[in-house]
């Protein structure tokens, strides 16, 4: 049953009263019952956050791996639940090993930084805003020819491609732009093996670890058929749905089924044309999940104080928005022109203690400040 009371938009997303702000209250990450609160004051203005619901920012270009040699050390843990894992890996030379993961399915973002990522199906070159999916318990060796900054989603569940229905099966990601590895005719010559004339290949499996020692390289397959296997998909091969009379949810970016969370993409697209309908996200509290988004590219229209490799974390039942001028400054631009990625997650993540170091305290509050509420 849908219920109007008091003053409301006619439509969602459309032509607000002067003075109110729209907030969705919804189940399910857009998916579930919903309604829409008309609010005189943004649902964000607090002032003060005592408990463990803050919204939270990380400058996450500060974070590095202390110890390459370290099956964890060549990347840092940022957030972690029971159904995925996020780390950052910064990379400028090769890794000294192989490695594969027996807990998790991969979904690897650059950010920044070019080279190969050498797998048992073949080598992928990588470049920036390319993502690099590895299932599970496929070995692989990241070479980086440049400085290299990963964003990695670990997921238990098996990582797959959303289905858009009535749009078909080649909306957003077209399977045809999706790269999968040549096999190799020779193993990569590149890597020699340690000193003592072995090769190293470690694996996690339920949070241990085995090192396998082989005399011989082990990317040593010259062939592979089959339907399961690492792949790349570059940012600029994502289509973007758009309306020209309505704000479209985020769930329509997905890029990736995961499970117990989704990962989605944002990149650039035309803002809504209509004169009335809303052009920047609505104010929302998903009560069933967390929100992260990492920002890579572009002017971050609806934030302010957000740089390139920094990430957001908006806890599930907390409500987050667009900041103060936001609206105003969407409506002097044709479209926006940021790359970021979003994890939408049912189980509550927790923020790892050596990336409590990168957050930056002022985001909390920094709709009150923006509104001029906190000085």
């Known amino acids: 049953m849908s219920e109007v009371k008091g003053r409301v938009a006619r439509q969602t997303h459309v032509g607000i009263p002067p003075g109110l702000v729209e907030e969705e209250h919804g189940r399910e990450a857009f998916a579930g019952p919903v309604s829409h609160l008309y609010r005189s004051q943004p649902p964000t203005a607090w002032v003060d956050v005592d408990g463990p ?8 270009n500060g974070l590095a791996p202390a110890d390459a040699e370290d099956p964890e050390g060549w990347r840092s843990l940022v957030l972690s639940n029971g159904d995925l894992r996020v780390w950052i890996s910064r990379l400028s030379a090769p890794m000294p090993f192989a490695y594969r993961n027996g807990d998790a399915d991969e979904v690897v973002y650059v950010h920044q930084g070019a080279g190969v990522l050498q797998t048992d199906y073949g080598p992928l070159g990588f470049a920036d805003q390319q993502y690099l ?62 000193a003592d004339g072995r090769w190293r290949l ?61 990962i989605a993409t944002f990149v650039p697209r035309p803002f809504e ?5 809303l052009r920047v ?30 990430m957001t974390l908006h806890p599930a039942g907390v409500q987050h928005g667009p900041q103060p001028g936001a609206a105003e400054a969407a409506a002097k631009l044709e479209g926006t022109s940021e790359v970021a990625v979003m994890i939408e997650c049912v189980e509550p993540l927790q923020v790892a203690d050596e990336a409590k170091a990168a957050e930056h305290a002022a985001y909390t509050t920094s709709w009150a400040r923006g509104l001029g509420l906190l000085d």
Not at 202 to 228: C, I, M, Q, S
Request: net charge negative.
């Open 281 to 310: 996200p609505f104010f929302h509290a998903n009560v069933d999940n967390d929100e992260v988004i990492f920002y890579s590219r572009g002017d971050f229209f609806s934030r302010k104080g957000i740089g390139q490799g920094w």
């Open 53 to 60: 619901l803050r919204p939270l920012a990380f400058d996450l």
């Open 273 to 277: 044309t209509d004169p009335e309908a």
């Open 133 to 194: 999916v590895i299932p599970r318990g496929t070995a692989h060796r990241f070479v980086p020819s440049e400085p290299t900054f990963l964003f990695v989603v670990e997921s238990t569940a098996p990582v797959t491609r959303p289905d858009f229905g009535l749009m078909g099966r080649h909306a957003v990601v077209d399977p045809r732009v999706l790269v999968t590895p040549e096999p190799y005719e020779e193993p990569p010559a590149d890597w020699t093996g340690d």
């Open 202 to 262: 470690k694996v996690r499996r339920r949070g241990e670890w085995t090192t396998f020692r082989y005399p011989h390289n082990p990317f040593n397959a010259v062939g592979w058929a089959g339907d399961l296997s690492p792949y790349r998909l570059s940012v600029s091969d994502i289509r973007p749905v758009t309306a020209p009379g309505y704000h479209l949810p985020p769930s329509v970016h997905t890029t990736f089924r995961c499970g117990g969370f989704d």
